[in-house]
């Protein structure tokens, strides 16, 4: 299957707080895991990725881990501030031959001040 | 200055028309690919082209044709365009295999 679950599908947290959205995938060959950022009328903004030969990877206040043998990633916003709010997608490469990325359903992060 | 460029911004079609979606990118990439996403179906994947070559088509219509006249170039073209054919249509970039994909800033489709 090709099928890539994201949760929670919406979530709130205060400024200040850590917010974790957790994807799982299906098929084991998937090696390549993105994480997109979209704010309502932009396009999708690549935040972050993690490929299968690492567990864990930080770019400032974003940590993205994984764990290949349960077919599952997340990732962690440490810190959030209001400019973080926005709709989020994680996604897993099926096809090393062509590309094709297989999205999660988003997540909705409201940071409240 | 946008490094993919995709036109128009905006499109109102009828339905039974025929429409092209423009996509051109400058960031050297290799390999181009089309999503649409609309209120039922966040992101989908439809097409992935490397080096000018279709490698994945995920659309089961083939009112959907991909056309690639320029190795930069992946332009959509839809026919006989149906209302559930609405939704912003993305085109993106990268380099062939696990290259990070970079999304243009999309055509919103609207067919009435």
């Known amino acids: 299957g090709e099928q890539v679950e994201q949760l929670p599908s919406i979530l709130r947290v205060q400024e200040g707080s850590s917010a974790s959205i957790n994807c799982s995938y299906e098929?084991?060959?998937?090696?390549?895991f993105p994480w997109y950022k979209q704010e309502p009328g932009e396009n999708p903004k690549l935040i972050i990725d993690?490929?299968?030969?690492?567990e864990r990877k930080q770019i400032q206040e974003l940590i993205v881990l994984l764990d290949k043998k349960a077919k599952r990633f997340s990732l962690h916003i440490t810190d959030t501030q209001p400019g973080d709010s926005a709709m989020y997608f994680c996604?897993?490469?099926?096809?090393?031959?062509?590309?094709?990325?297989?999205f999660g359903d988003g997540t909705v992060l409201t940071v409240k001040p | 200055d946008p490094k993919i460029i995709q036109k128009p911004k905006y499109l109102v079609a009828v339905t039974g028309s025929e429409k092209i979606l423009i996509c051109e990118q400058y960031?050297?990439?290799?390999?181009m690919y089309w999503y649409r996403q609309s209120a039922k179906k966040p992101l989908e994947f439809m097409f992935s082209?490397?080096?000018?070559?279709?490698?994945d088509n995920q659309t089961a219509s083939s009112r959907f044709q991909p056309q690639s006249s320029k190795k930069n170039h992946l332009d959509l073209q839809i026919t006989a365009l149906k209302p559930d054919d609405s939704a912003t249509y993305f085109c993106?970039?990268?380099?062939?295999?696990?290259?990070?994909?970079?999304f243009g800033p999309g055509t919103r489709l609207t067919v009435l």
């Open positions: 993106a970039s990268s380099q062939p295999g696990l290259g990070e994909q970079y």
């Open positions: 098929d084991s060959a998937s090696n390549y």
């Open positions: 993690i490929r299968s030969n690492m």
């Open positions: 996604a897993a490469n099926y096809n090393t031959n062509t590309g094709k990325l297989t």
């Open positions: 960031l050297g990439h290799n390999a």
């Open positions: 082209y490397s080096y000018q070559k279709l490698m």
